[in-house]
């Protein structure tokens, strides 16, 4: 067999390859591969001049090969690869140079057995022997008694098992029918199966006398059932006759098929009583309707600068929101849900709430409340959304409830009481008391040495949900893998909604082929939007960090889920969302020296310096796994390894045979994951529950409000609808790879009727281990909806393939919301099988049929500072809104995040730009990948409506432009080139009117209220003032502003009827250089770091002695 051959290297990857073929450095290396577009295919990569070639070898319908070299040599033919090697050995045979040396494979280091703990053998047993049978000779044990234990037939090999085992307490006719078997038919039965009859004729003898009473009583028990259960069905329609038997008219079907026909059958007869008695105790539907009692919170109104003390009483089953001034007082007015418009969290004060409420008049009123804690905040807030998603009158949700659960059980069973973590209670990020009876939609609980069986393991944690959440939630998938188990249950409300469920899994143990360590997941649809679950466990060892890389990356190629359209792709790719949770195994890279050392700084709660030497997070900054994987922050202690029974004491040592293991206090077990951009997606909650203690990790939890999208119905006929449009041009891709081949692009949608392919792109100019290829052909793409209520919900993947094989270089994704107003630019980073491959710039263009999009119920709650302008009519409430909360939470949907000052540099996943939007309140250089989240405190969500728009262009190279960071007016962006003038931002993005301007001088000065996402100010044609824009960048240019007085209300709001605030002196007049007035612009959220200063030719204006730094919030003439 070829794979013994030192030059076939298997299913590598394409990457892999290369490294392999760089190391070697000789022109004429070459090595052998499984292709990884065409199965049964292969692929010769040869390297010549530092450059890689690669040639496909296909096979054709006789099975013989060829290989694709250059045009105008003879294709030949060779029945098996090593001829074919051979051969292309002599010169001339069409490939850029003949072969030469072969690379070998790397030897790859051996992983050492874990050790696995039998149970202790009993003492062999004497049974009698049968006088009758002594004298009988077996054939098939031979005449040697004394036979070496490798080479036992199967008769001794049964019979020495059997002396293990007590069987005296069994009736005496089963013993003897089991021994006789085992002595003489168990060889007659192998002869059969040698002949061709699979059927062990003499086995089903053994099975139907030791059954023999079980089988009559199953024959008499059967049709019982079947009455019951017909009994418990739905009434059979009129005239229908009586039902006839389904079961029980076969009486010579095998004993364990029959068994499994009472089992089954006592299994729906189970459920079909409790569904029966649930409902005439109040289910709805096959199931409880969920009970959320009134809650009442305690909070703090601020009124005309005095603070008063009240109370807020939530009915989420009536709906209605009460606000009372005393707890035991009369409920003194209430809001009904529809009339509760929204929540906007504060960001500088983690505890206070603002509500817009519509009142009797149609005005919209602001109500101010300060919480007792975050968590009463958080908790509230999430009681009010469980409301309005209970009576909405949408048909369908727009938005779910998640909980993910990882646990290593440590081969032990669980505790009675799992409540705490399936209601996220314990150490870090938890939900409050006050939320602990909002049941979530769908629960995925994952398990690692794991003992019980899959039906007991999900009876407990059904039983469980149904004592919490008095709802009995559906069994949807499940998958196991040795010990190793995902299970995911639903509401039944959302049964029909959840369709093509695929389950899978991989092993990743000793030779990949054990599965002690792997991976098992689970697939499937809510309504339009896909799902991914994968449950993994790693390789276990501090010192074993790369075989966890490797593990990653075998399981995100080899694990099948999802839709068999995307099989092209690894599984990072094929959902919407994508979550990744197990006991992965990493750990805190510290002497074991230091174990007293982590011991002491756990219980001091001193987690930041622990999490610095954390694999995984070092692994993630480096790209080397989980590459854009969001994590939520980790604020609880590492979960292992502790002393069973407690979680006072951590077992960091173990005596093994070769010494003393050290295990470290670490975060092994997590929940990851990994959105499409511009989706809504919020961590709740993520930390670990510390009262269950019959393993030596701690369960983890994590909760997530997921945004869906359902079955698109069009209000008009689509027949009559214009025809939509999706432009891509001017891409430059720069791919990181010494191939030396042509490439193109191919365009991948759920909104397209089939994948379309590019023009093959023109390779420029190229650095060591990386190329740049330009597309100058502009690629459009026809969705087969027009309707933006439709489209702006879709992604198109992006794949650069090479023309040579076939084989993909990259693949990215780009959200089509990103162009809802404009053309946009956007830079993705493609990846291929969890590697970094390289980076795509562009430009994206849609065009789309008229529409109005419905409002989502996510956009409910926002975060921000400054809701203050939100008062008026209703309408001046939803426009204003638009543009101070939409957009103010979450930069990741809009592919603008921030970046931890140790990472290097990055191109965001979806970082889309809008060419008219002038900039970020962030620099571009600080943009990380589509649908990360920034790191803020504990109860800081980060959510937003993906309606956002983006900002930050990005040049043709993918670089982003030198700019300036300016957290007050945005980020300072120098021209480049040719580059399109910039033109005044969307109306959609305008603010109220400000002094910003130089020309511009208001009577009283008036706050500008700042969204995080893009700040950007009015424009004003002025003829004193021009901007020129020069290939050498900006000049200066002086601007006179009044300083900005701050209000007296905390968000910097101007709230009208109240007194202002004294100006200690007279505006715009300077300071002293030492006073420095608070800018209410100035956000806890905006990054800590010093500012730049200006460059030579740039002239800063002063104000209060404050310098301000250049933007470029002007259009450039």
């Given at each position: 067999m070829f794979s013994q051959q030192p030059w076939y290297h298997g299913n590598i990857t394409r990457s892999t390859a290369e490294d392999l073929l760089s190391k070697a450095g000789k022109d004429g290396s070459f090595l052998l591969r499984d292709s990884e577009s065409i199965q049964g295919a292969y692929a010769l990569c040869v390297l010549y001049q530092n450059c890689v070639y690669t040639y496909r070898i296909l096979p054709n319908e006789e099975k013989k090969l060829s290989v694709q070299a250059s045009e105008g040599v003879p294709i030949r033919f060779f029945s098996a690869l090593p001829d074919l090697v051979e051969a292309y050995y002599k010169e001339n045979m069409g490939l850029v140079t003949h072969l030469q040396f072969a690379v070998q494979k790397e030897e790859e280091q051996e992983e050492e057995p874990e050790p696995v703990s039998l149970p202790p053998q009993l003492p062999p047993r004497n049974f009698p022997s049968n006088d009758g049978k002594d004298s009988y000779c077996d054939p098939c044990r031979g005449t040697e008694r004394a036979v070496e234990p490798a080479h036992l037939s199967i008769s001794d090999t049964y019979l020495q098992r059997l002396q293990l085992i007590d069987i005296s307490n069994l009736p005496e006719d089963h013993q003897k029918s089991i021994q006789e078997y085992f002595r003489t038919s168990v060889c007659l039965d192998a002869e059969q199966v040698q002949?061709?009859?699979?059927?062990?004729?003499?086995?089903?003898?053994?099975?139907?006398?030791?059954?023999?009473?079980?089988?009559?009583?199953?024959?008499?028990?059967?049709?019982?059932?079947?009455?019951?259960?017909?009994?418990?069905?739905?009434?059979?329609?009129?005239?229908?006759?009586?039902?006839?038997?389904?079961?029980?008219?076969?009486?010579?079907?095998?004993?364990?098929?029959?068994?499994?026909?009472?089992?089954?059958?006592?299994?729906?007869?189970?459920?079909?009583?409790?569904?029966?008695?649930?409902?005439?105790?109040?289910?709805?539907?096959?199931?409880?309707?969920?009970?959320?009692?009134?809650?009442?919170?305690?909070?703090?109104?601020?009124?005309?600068?005095?603070?008063?003390?009240?109370?807020?009483?939530?009915?989420?089953?009536?709906?209605?929101?009460?606000?009372?001034?005393?707890?035991?007082?009369?409920?003194?007015?209430?809001?009904?849900?529809?009339?509760?418009?929204?929540?906007?969290?504060?960001?500088?004060?983690?505890?206070?709430?603002?509500?817009?409420?519509?009142?009797?008049?149609?005005?919209?009123?602001?109500?101010?409340?300060?919480?007792?804690?975050?968590?009463?905040?958080?908790?509230?807030?999430?009681?009010?959304?469980?409301?309005?998603?209970?009576?909405?009158?949408?048909?369908?949700?727009?938005?779910?409830?998640?909980?993910?659960?990882?646990?290593?059980?440590?081969?032990?069973?669980?505790?009675?009481?799992?409540?705490?973590?399936?209601?996220?209670?314990?150490?870090?990020?938890?939900?409050?008391?006050?939320?602990?009876?909002?049941?979530?939609?769908?629960?995925?609980?994952?398990?690692?040495?794991?003992?019980?069986?899959?039906?007991?393991?999900?009876?407990?944690?059904?039983?469980?949900?149904?004592?919490?959440?008095?709802?009995?939630?559906?069994?949807?998938?499940?998958?196991?893998?040795?010990?190793?188990?995902?299970?995911?249950?639903?509401?039944?409300?959302?049964?029909?909604?959840?369709?093509?469920?695929?389950?899978?899994?991989?092993?990743?143990?000793?030779?990949?082929?054990?599965?002690?360590?792997?991976?098992?997941?689970?697939?499937?649809?809510?309504?339009?939007?896909?799902?991914?679950?994968?449950?993994?466990?790693?390789?276990?060892?501090?010192?074993?960090?790369?075989?966890?890389?490797?593990?990653?990356?075998?399981?995100?190629?080899?694990?099948?889920?999802?839709?068999?359209?995307?099989?092209?792709?690894?599984?990072?790719?094929?959902?919407?969302?994508?979550?990744?949770?197990?006991?992965?195994?990493?750990?805190?890279?510290?002497?074991?020296?230091?174990?007293?050392?982590?011991?002491?700084?756990?219980?001091?709660?001193?987690?930041?310096?622990?999490?610095?030497?954390?694999?995984?997070?070092?692994?993630?900054?480096?790209?080397?796994?989980?590459?854009?994987?969001e994590e939520e922050e980790i604020t609880f202690a590492p979960t292992y390894r502790f002393e069973r029974d407690t979680r006072e004491k951590y077992a960091y040592t173990k005596a093994k045979a070769t010494g003393t293991k050290y295990n470290l206090p670490s975060w092994c077990d997590r929940v990851l994951r990994k959105s499409y951009p511009m989706v809504h997606v919020v961590c709740n909650s993520y930390g670990c529950s510390n009262d269950i203690m019959t393993s030596d990790h701690s369960p983890v939890f994590a909760t997530f409000d997921v945004g869906v999208t359902s079955q698109f119905v069009s209000k008009n006929d689509l027949s009559k609808e214009p025809e939509g449009a999706i432009k891509f041009m001017n891409c430059v891709a720069v791919l990181y790879t010494k191939s030396k081949t042509k490439f193109f692009m191919e365009f991948h949608s759920s909104c397209l009727e089939k994948f379309v392919k590019s023009a093959e792109g023109e390779n420029q100019e190229s650095t060591e281990g990386s190329i740049k290829v330009r597309f100058g052909a502009?690629?459009?793409?026809?969705?087969?909806?027009?309707?933006?209520?439709?489209?702006?919900?879709?992604?198109?993947?992006?794949?650069?393939?090479?023309?040579?094989?076939?084989?993909?270089?990259?693949?990215?994704?780009?959200?089509?919301?990103?162009?809802?107003?404009?053309?946009?630019?956007?830079?993705?980073?493609?990846?291929?099988?969890?590697?970094?491959?390289?980076?795509?710039?562009?430009?994206?263009?849609?065009?789309?049929?008229?529409?109005?999009?419905?409002?989502?119920?996510?956009?409910?709650?926002?975060?921000?500072?400054?809701?203050?302008?939100?008062?008026?009519?209703?309408?001046?409430?939803?426009?204003?809104?638009?543009?101070?909360?939409?957009?103010?939470?979450?930069?990741?949907?809009?592919?603008?995040?921030?970046?931890?000052?140790?990472?290097?540099?990055?191109?965001?996943?979806?970082?889309?730009?809008?060419?008219?939007?002038?900039?970020?309140?962030?620099?571009?250089?600080?943009?990380?990948?589509?649908?990360?989240?920034?790191?803020?405190?504990?109860?800081?969500?980060?959510?937003?409506?993906?309606?956002?728009?983006?900002?930050?262009p990005v040049t043709e190279d993918g670089q982003p432009p030198e700019m300036f960071d300016n957290p007050l007016y945005g980020s300072m962006s120098g021209s480049r080139g040719n580059k399109e003038h910039l033109t005044p931002p969307d109306a959609l993005f305008a603010f109220p009117k400000t002094d910003l301007d130089a020309d511009r001088q208001p009577p009283a000065p008036v706050p500008v209220p700042r969204i995080r996402s893009f700040t950007c100010s009015e424009t004003k044609q002025s003829s004193s003032t021009t901007n020129t824009v020069s290939s050498s960048g900006l000049h200066s240019q002086n601007i006179n502003k009044k300083p900005v007085v701050p209000c007296r209300s905390e968000g910097g709001i101007s709230v009208t009827g109240r007194p202002p605030v004294p100006m200690k002196s007279r505006t715009g007049q300077p300071q002293e250089p030492q006073i420095k007035p608070r800018d209410y612009r100035d956000s806890s959220e905006l990054p800590s770091k010093l500012r730049p200063p200006a460059r030579l030719g740039q002239t800063k204006d002063v104000h209060h002695e404050t310098a301000q730094p250049p933007k470029i919030s002007r259009p450039l003439k």
């Open positions: 002949t061709g009859n699979p059927t062990l004729p003499h086995f089903k003898k053994l099975t139907l006398s030791i059954c023999k009473t079980l089988n009559s009583e199953v024959t008499r028990i059967l049709p019982s059932l079947e009455a019951l259960q017909k009994l418990l069905d739905q009434p059979s329609s009129p005239g229908s006759g009586r039902q006839r038997n389904q079961f029980s008219g076969d009486a010579n079907q095998s004993v364990a098929f029959r068994l499994e026909q009472l089992t089954n059958l006592l299994y729906s007869v189970e459920e079909k009583t409790k569904t029966a008695v649930f409902e005439s105790v109040g289910f709805d539907g096959g199931h409880r309707k969920s009970l959320i009692p009134p809650v009442m919170f305690e909070v703090k109104s601020e009124s005309i600068g005095i603070s008063n003390k009240m109370y807020l009483k939530v009915d989420v089953e009536g709906g209605k929101l009460y606000f009372k001034k005393s707890k035991d007082g009369p409920e003194d007015k209430y809001y009904v849900h529809n009339k509760i418009l929204q929540l906007v969290k504060s960001q500088k004060m983690q505890n206070r709430l603002v509500l817009m409420v519509e009142t009797d008049k149609e005005k919209i009123q602001r109500k101010d409340y300060v919480f007792d804690d975050t968590k009463k905040r958080e908790g509230f807030c999430q009681l009010l959304q469980q409301m309005k998603n209970k009576h909405s009158d949408k048909p369908e949700p727009d938005m779910i409830t998640i909980f993910v659960g990882t646990w290593n059980m440590g081969n032990a069973s669980p505790p009675q009481n799992i409540t705490s973590w399936l209601q996220s209670k314990g150490q870090g990020k938890t939900r409050d008391d006050t939320a602990n009876k909002i049941p979530h939609d769908i629960y995925v609980i994952g398990t690692q040495e794991d003992p019980l069986g899959e039906k007991d393991w999900i009876d407990t944690v059904r039983g469980a949900l149904r004592d919490i959440t008095n709802i009995s939630y559906k069994h949807i998938a499940s998958q196991t893998l040795w010990s190793i188990r995902i299970v995911v249950l639903a509401k039944p409300e959302h049964e029909n909604r959840i369709s093509h469920i695929f389950s899978d899994s991989v092993k990743t143990g000793i030779a990949n082929a054990l599965g002690n360590k792997g991976a098992v997941g689970v697939s499937f649809m809510f309504n339009r939007t896909s799902f991914g679950f994968v449950n993994s466990h790693l390789t276990s060892g501090s010192e074993k960090k790369l075989r966890r890389n490797q593990n990653y990356i075998n399981i995100l190629r080899f694990l099948n889920l999802g839709d068999k359209k995307l099989n092209r792709f690894d599984i990072t790719h094929r959902f919407t969302h994508l979550f990744w949770l197990g006991d992965l195994n990493y750990r805190v890279e510290f002497p074991p020296q230091d174990a007293e050392n982590i011991v002491m700084k756990i219980k001091q709660q001193q987690y930041q310096e622990l999490l610095a030497k954390d694999q995984l997070s070092i692994e993630k900054k480096e790209e080397k796994v989980f590459i854009d994987y502009q690629v459009e793409l026809t969705p087969i909806i027009a309707d933006p209520e439709y489209l702006l919900d879709q992604h198109i993947l992006i794949c650069i393939k090479s023309t040579d094989c076939d084989e993909s270089y990259g693949v990215g994704c780009v959200a089509l919301r990103s162009a809802e107003s404009s053309y946009n630019e956007f830079c993705i980073k493609l990846t291929h099988h969890g590697e970094r491959t390289g980076r795509l710039t562009g430009g994206i263009q849609l065009h789309t049929s008229e529409g109005k999009q419905t409002e989502k119920l996510y956009d409910f709650i926002k975060v921000g500072d400054d809701p203050a302008a939100g008062k008026g009519k209703t309408g001046d409430y939803k426009s204003s809104s638009a543009a101070l909360a939409t957009d103010i939470s979450n930069p990741s949907y809009m592919g603008v995040g921030y970046k931890s000052n140790n990472q290097t540099e990055r191109c965001g996943g979806n970082i889309t730009s809008q060419r008219t939007v002038a900039s970020s309140a962030h620099s571009a250089k600080e943009m990380t990948l589509g649908n990360l989240s920034p790191k803020k405190t504990a109860y800081d969500h980060s959510t937003s409506s993906p309606t956002g728009k983006t900002s930050g």
